[in-house]
């Protein structure tokens, strides 16, 4: 009997301690997505890509129509032109035209390649800042959602994202 008394005892306070340490944890989630869109550096980046493919989409539209003019030129010379010359004329507007789309591919791709580079190192930054914002407020855990859905149910003021946000932005 004293052996269960002390054992039921022990469960107890085993019990007792564990539920205490899980009482002590902090734990919070933020909305990924709206913590990148809303961080500082993300908005910048976004504004400087689109002006750089706007531009980049301005370049390469200038350079379709000259190829158009230069296109519809040669068309309308076609039966004035000598069959040597209009065969030549044919293989450069061709040869032009094959450059202008690997062109347009590269530059693209480019710019492309530029901006992942640039959200990963934001996206990594801002994993960093939270990392800090948990520490220094004492979180065991801050969670992150996204559109999968991780976190299908928290309760009411486990969301910090807009504080989150506030700490981490200028």
Known sequence: MVKKIQLLSFIFILGFTFTSCVENEKTAYVDN?????????????????????????????????????????????????????????ANELSELQE????????????LQDESDEVIAEIIKEVRNKVAKYGETNNYTYIFGSNESA?????????????????????
């Open 33 to 89: 997505q709206e913590l990148i869109r809303g961080y500082h550096k993300m908005k910048k980046a976004k504004k400087e890509f689109e002006n750089r493919n706007k531009e980049l989409t301005r370049e390469l539209d200038r350079d379709a129509k000259d190829f158009q003019k230069q296109y519809e030129f040669f068309q309308k010379a076609f039966d004035k032109l000598p069959a040597k010359e209009r065969e030549s004329k």
């Open 99 to 110: 450059r202008l789309l690997n062109e347009r591919q590269e530059k693209t791709s480019a």
């Open 150 to 170: 991780n976190i299908i149910y928290a309760k009411r003021g486990k969301d910090i994202t807009l504080e989150v946000l506030e700490a981490i932005n200028p």
